[in-house]
């Protein structure tokens, strides 16, 4: 299958922009372009290529809002959403499905500063990092209110959960425990994807008849959920889980003939879900991960001048997926020059 044109509606310079998508109309000229360009339905695709886009949400990728991904050149998730965008419209007909996952949170949860107190018994202000040695000095506790303001009076230990969840942080090499932004907050407009990548995964539905797959993950209060196959931490202190793995979805996604990668943050959510992608691929068969092609100009790094710059650890993951047999491509090349991309789609 040909790269297509640009519909005439798509305008790359709305890519940071918040707008309402018209369905209606995006419907209709969908049907007409599959007609023109004769696009045929993803049921007959004879290669399957599956596309996952990370929380590509406001919340992210637009600089108006709570934790817009700069990466170093600044600009960051703003121009990967821009060629996301172009690569979705020019590939259309290449793309089987799209799943896109939400970062889905409220006010109370464990990562937010309601949740939690320092020694003078004030929240801790976002982007602080809490270790185990914080917790276990008595720097930070759980606020005593989170748990009647989740219903949960007497029924949760909530400072043994605290030292228990850092301390399995610690010791499975992960982030610590880092206090965010109120961010990706469920009914609000940060939630949202963004309005130019999500009128393109609506006209790919159309157009390909192919009904895209929302995954919502990040919604249990007591633990972070960086992948959207599974929460940081799985299980209370007494065994008891906290929040499920999404076995069905890494299904679907290993599945696939090729599997495309695209999202926010390369060094947070993007990186921790394929981790956890390669760990179920490797307990299977290694060579699956060859399928894998992680589109890296439509991705950008969590980078906070003088707080925080991740881009070193997501080289550092980035590598490790490569040596696996991943691939690292860019969106501005064409599929087929891809290493390994399976033609007949």
Not at 140 to 164: C, I, K, S, Y
Not at 203 to 225: C, D, M, V, Y
Request: aromatic residues 8%; proline residues 6%; glycine residues 8%.
């Amino acid at each position: 299958m040909r790269e297509l044109p640009f519909p005439e509606h798509f305008n790359p310079g709305r890519a940071g922009e918040v707008y309402r998508v018209p369905y209606q109309e995006r419907a209709r000229e969908a049907a007409e372009f599959r007609r023109r360009h004769a696009v045929t339905p993803a049921s007959s695709d004879i290669r399957t290529v599956g596309l996952l886009l990370v929380d590509v949400q406001n919340t992210f990728c637009n600089p108006d809002f709570e934790l817009f991904v700069t990466g170093r050149s600044g600009r960051g998730a703003v121009d990967d959403a821009r060629r996301l965008s172009e690569f979705l419209y020019r590939n259309l007909g290449r793309i089987t499905r799209i799943h896109a996952t939400l970062d889905t949170h409220s006010a109370f949860q464990i990562f937010h500063p309601a949740f939690l107190l320092d020694e003078r018994g004030r929240n801790p202000a976002p982007l602080t990092a809490i270790s185990l040695e914080d917790v276990e000095a008595g720097r930070f506790r759980m606020n005593p209110q989170t748990a009647g303001a989740l219903g949960w009076e007497g029924a949760v230990d909530l400072d043994r959960h605290l030292l228990h969840y850092c301390r399995l942080l610690s010791r499975e090499g992960k982030y610590r425990l880092m206090v965010w932004p109120y961010h990706a907050m469920l009914g609000g407009i940060g939630h949202a994807l963004v309005s130019a990548v999500e009128e393109a995964i609506f006209f790919h539905t159309i157009a390909r008849e192919s009904q895209a797959s929302l995954e919502l993950k990040g919604a249990s209060p007591l633990t972070e959920n960086y992948s959207v196959l599974r929460p940081e931490v799985l299980e209370d202190e007494e065994g008891n889980e906290i929040a499920p793995r999404n076995d069905a979805l890494l299904e679907k996604l290993i599945s696939y003939d090729a599997l495309l990668v695209a999202g926010q943050a390369k060094s947070h959510c993007v990186s921790w879900t394929l981790s956890d992608l390669l760990a179920a691929i490797r307990g299977r068969n290694p060579e699956l991960a060859k399928r894998i092609y992680l589109v890296e100009d439509c991705m950008s790094e969590v980078v906070v001048p003088g707080v925080a710059d991740f881009t070193d650890d997501a080289e550092r993951a980035f590598r490790e997926f490569e040596a696996a047999g991943m691939h690292r491509v860019r969106s501005s090349e064409p599929m087929e020059s891809w290493p390994g991309f399976p033609g007949g789609v």
